[in-house]
């Protein structure tokens, strides 16, 4: 049994965290959600009407072990973001939010300079800040110091599904960070999330992989397991890798 | 380069047509293996080259958009505000010398329309006036959006061009996009159809994108009205646009829409046919040339049409419009700016739409400030 993931003051069985958008209806992606067994559920503000108890999207996240992580997509400031912020902690009450900041709205890349200014702010406000970011290893560690509490780097552009395209850089940020890192965007299939937490990731957040599968359901349950596998594989540590054959046999055995 | 003119002055409708029919199988073969095409790669899609492709043009395209936006479809709506004008326009049912009632909604009346849309579930809203700077200018404008604001998440609108002050006037009033379509890129026959009023300075209109974006608009709204001039030509000046408009302005996203002409009051016939067939060509090579980028349909199309195209690359569709001023609850038998040809329910379009496994997103935007 892999350790819980502890975020702020909550901890995760699972590590496995997904999004609500681009599902055929509302009701295929709660069956997703459900088998996927994940704990938080990422949902953009700006999809959902928060005034409206019966909201579509909202309705079918009602579940005791869901906790929802709202997103602050479609920002393009760091002002934005605080505003939208705000919003999420009066409107859904919870003082944990994504942040994103992507003024790019055809790549959706998130900027570093806005979210770094935001996230400071937002810690100063008394929230929980999970952002969204580039692979880049400094500004994780700029973020860790303004008091986040756990980093999202990128594998891949938003929705590309091309898995771990800036592997080399999300090792050092594994290696160096003392937050969780959460690989967010670009997982594009369960072996690429197994690859992630071989890697050491504390987490992977899933949304379109599911979504647009042929079948989200059972797609869904190859993520859980994928991530389970991978988990369990680092905790167990891989078999060193070498360029050259190692005999079975050492050569060198006769001296002792 | 500062402006789109500066590029598009560098280019000739004649041999920019010619080089689209020169286009070969082999060149068309060769956009649909690479996964980032450029402008010679468009050129082929829709070049007549391109037509014995069409299944496997509509494959790519379905697979992309299934990518990029997954199984859903954005629902919007047009609200005709007025339909007064002081440009002759051929193709127009609003055009100052046609016959017809004016007439330009009261905020009563504004209010009243929006209480029946809102009854059918909409939140992005289109706004829609003729260009009538006296009556309805950016002061008409504005207050239309204050009025509704709290009401729309998204609240676009396709009116005159206007000046780069008065959009970011709009844009801090809480205004999300703007469609403006260049109708023809073909200079003189632009001219042609634009005898009299502002609208008939080409210069003016073709620049308005560059002040949109330079007012920091989120969306714009590019495209051309197929059966003035040849539809391949406008398009690939469509797609040229576009491409100058990503580069230039990176935080705006844009939109594509396909207008046709359609029958209207002293109406004009389609100089150029373009068929169901190449609209369909034209849709998903948009697609394979941008996997990005929001295409939209409107009710000019028919039912039939629509229910295919759905599935072919459009993101956003509107349903159960009506294109005359106080339309939907005020003054329903007032003259219409055009017939549309799909005119079934709100309700029927989401059933179909639902019946092809696509989830109806009503809202999706919001003004975070």
New interface residues.
């Given amino acids: 049994m892999s350790q819980k993931l502890k975020i702020a003051d909550k901890e995760f069985t699972s590590r496995l965290f997904t999004g609500t958008?681009?599902?055929?209806?509302?009701h295929l992606m709660k069956e997703a959600l459900l088998a996927s067994e994940s704990e938080l559920i990422t949902v953009a503000?700006?999809?959902?009407?928060v005034a409206n108890e019966e909201d579509d999207i909202l309705s079918h996240l009602n579940h005791n072990h869901i906790n929802l992580l709202p997103n602050?997509s479609?920002?393009?400031t760091a002002?934005?973001?605080v505003?939208?912020a705000e919003?999420s902690r009066e409107a859904l009450e919870t003082n944990w939010v994504k942040l994103e900041i992507h003024?790019?709205?055809?790549?959706l890349l998130p900027d570093p300079i806005e979210t770094l200014k935001a996230a400071e702010e937002l810690v100063k406000l008394g929230f929980v800040v999970m952002p969204y970011i580039h692979a880049d290893p400094v500004l994780c560690k700029r973020l860790e110091e303004v008091g986040v509490q756990c980093v999202m780097p990128l594998g891949a552009p938003i929705?590309s599904?091309k898995g771990l395209k800036t592997v080399d850089f999300l090792e050092i940020i594994i290696e160096q960070s003392n937050v969780p890192v959460i690989v967010d965007a670009g997982i594009g299939a369960p072996s690429h999330a197994a690859y992630a937490m071989e890697l050491g990731a504390d987490a992977v957040l899933v949304n379109?992989a599911i979504?647009?599968s042929q079948t989200p359901v059972a797609m869904a349950k190859a993520f859980k397991m994928a991530v389970e596998a991978g988990r369990m594989a680092y905790e167990a540590k891989l078999a060193p890798r070498s360029e050259m054959a190692i005999a079975s046999s050492p050569l060198t055995s006769f001296l002792s | 380069m500062s402006h789109f003119k500066e590029l598009f002055d560098t280019y000739n409708w004649d041999f920019s047509l010619k080089s689209i029919f020169d286009k070969t199988a082999v060149e068309v073969e060769q956009a649909l293996v690479k996964d980032k095409l450029d402008l010679e790669d468009f050129k082929a899609l829709i070049s007549p080259a391109a037509k014995p492709f069409l299944e496997e043009m509509a494959h790519k395209s379905q697979l992309l958009t299934?990518?990029?936006?997954?199984?859903?479809m954005q629902m919007y709506v047009p609200m005709y505000l007025s339909n007064e004008c002081q440009n002759i326009c051929t193709y127009c049912g609003f055009s100052m010398t046609n016959k017809i009632p004016r007439r330009t909604l009261t905020d009563a009346e504004i209010l009243k329309e929006v209480a029946f849309l809102k009854a059918k579930g909409y939140?992005h809203i289109l706004l829609v006036t003729g260009e009538a700077n006296k009556t309805v200018g950016v002061a008409y404008i504005k207050n239309a959006i204050q009025l509704i604001r709290s009401q729309f998440?998204n609240i676009t609108i396709e009116v005159q061009p206007l000046d780069q002050d008065e959009y970011e006037l709009l844009v801090e009033n809480g205004l999300y996009a703007v469609l403006v379509y260049q109708e023809t890129y073909h200079r003189d026959e632009y001219k042609k159809h634009h005898p009299k009023g502002k609208k008939s300075n080409f210069d003016y209109r073709l620049d308005t994108p560059d002040r949109l974006g330079k007012a920091g608009i989120h969306?714009i709204g590019l495209g051309a009205l197929f059966g003035l001039e040849d539809w391949r030509a406008d398009s690939f000046f469509t797609a040229l646009h576009l491409k100058y408009l990503?580069k230039t302005y990176?935080?705006?996203?844009y939109s594509i829409s396909f207008p046709r002409l359609r029958p209207h009051s002293g109406g004009l016939e389609p100089k150029v046919e373009m068929t169901d067939s190449d609209l369909v060509q034209l849709i998903c090579a948009f697609r394979l040339f941008d996997e990005?980028i929001e295409l939209s349909m409107s009710t000019r199309e028919s039912e039939i049409f629509r229910n295919h195209i759905v599935n072919l690359g459009i993101t956003s569709i509107s349903a159960e419009s009506k294109t005359n001023p106080g339309g939907y609850s005020v003054a329903p038998q007032s003259l219409e700016q055009f017939e549309i040809s799909d005119e079934r329910s709100t309700a029927e379009v989401v059933q179909m739409l639902?019946n092809q496994?696509?989830?109806v997103?009503w809202?999706?935007?919001?003004h975070?400030?």
């Fill in positions: 958008g681009k599902f055929s209806s509302s503000l700006k999809r959902v009407d602050t479609g920002v393009r002002k934005e973001a505003f939208a919003l003024p790019d709205p055809r790549y929705g599904n379109t979504a647009v | 299934k990518k990029r936006f997954g199984n859903t939140d998440s969306k990503q990176w935080k705006t996203k990005d639902k496994d696509l989830e997103v809202k999706d935007w919001e975070f400030r």
